[in-house]
Nanobody, 122 residues
Framework: QVQLMESGGGSVQAGGSLRLSCTAS????????MAWFRQAPAKEREGVAI????????DYADSVKGRFTISEDKVTNMLFLQMISLKPEDTAMYYC???????????????WGQGTQVTVSS
């Protein structure tokens, strides 16, 4: 069982930056893949970034490549998402998740946080 909790969301103007954090506890070592997802109103939840825990290997959705960076701190069991050059279309609830597969499909991630809201105004 894994428990996740996001923080760091807020409201920014277009072009601004935010850094999201996710604290993890429980049997996190049994979940080798950590990821960030987001969901805007009336839209499906989509994968944003994924990392193979302990490896530094990452992948990103095309919409955020070059602007978002996923990272982790294995000492503190923290996951981060650094977001720069934010756009209004980045507005969404952002979730961290832990899973078992190299994939950004929601069905492969059984553990989720409650989300943190990111709002980007033009």
């Amino acid at each position: 069982q894994v428990q996740l909790m996001e923080s760091g969301g807020g409201s920014v103007q277009a072009g601004g930056s935010l850094r999201l954090s996710c604290t993890a506890s429980g049997d996190i070592n049994s979940h080798p893949f950590m990821a960030w997802f987001r969901q805007a109103p009336a839209k499906e939840r989509e994968g944003v970034a994924i990392i193979i825990s302990g490896s530094g290997v990452t992948d990103y959705a095309d919409s955020v490549k070059g602007r978002f960076t996923i990272s982790e701190d294995k000492v503190t069991n923290m996951l981060f998402l650094q977001m720069i050059s934010l756009k209004p279309e980045d507005t969404a609830m952002y979730y961290c998740a832990a899973g078992f597969v190299w994939s950004m499909e929601t069905r492969y991630f059984p553990a989720w946080g409650q989300g943190t809201q990111v709002t980007v105004s033009s």
